[in-house]
């Protein structure tokens, strides 16, 4: 019983994920081409700034392409029977986010809305986002594939926070009526804080209880 609900468990995580997975595709594709006239950017006065504008389309395509090589690199069918597959996608994942998203989310983040409040969040967030993939990739190059696996597993919270930002923002509009700009400082930071939290406590959760297990057999 218990492995049906975990298997149950799964794939509902798996179609939540495809869900808003496509839903991010979706807005993605508002900027194919070249398109300046989303609303996003109509509202950036820094819009008309050259390395703004490269950094935004930068981050907008690649990160689309993060969070889905992501996702395929947790498949315990590819990463365990079709290793070859899971280096190359691991690899293309982390050029991505270091030599593109995250460097651009950097700059996103210096000229972030909401402030210097705000602006801290991205900024720190894109650090640790390049930090956690950066420290996944030597470890798998040391073959320690036990904190590969974890610190990967922080990289793709951060990831995911383009997801998670928008699910906490509908969350608190449809439950309270704060101000938007109140609502977006709030996001900014719930959206990837909760996420390496929850990693956290999963990754703990496992190691406690694999311990446990070891130690009946003992």
Known sequence: MGLRLKLLFQIFLVACFLYFAQLMVLITLQYVPLNFEVSFLQLKTQITLLHYQI??????????????????QFVPIIRKKYKKSHRVIGFIYVFLILFMAAPSGLVMGYYGNGGFYSQFSFCLQAILWFVFTFLAF???????????????????????????????????????????????????????VFNLILVFGIIKYNRTTHQGLNEKNV
């Open 55 to 72: 950094a935004f389309f930068t981050h907008v395509y690649s990160s689309i392409f993060v969070l889905l090589l992501g996702f395929l």
């Open 138 to 192: 030597r470890y798998a190059l040391k073959s320690n594939y036990e904190m590969h696996f974890r610190l990967m597993s922080y990289s793709y919270a951060l990831t995911l926070s383009a997801i998670s930002l928008r699910l906490f923002k509908w969350m608190i509009v449809s439950l309270w009526q704060l101000p938007p700009m109140d609502t977006y400082k709030i996001v900014v930071w719930l959206g990837w």
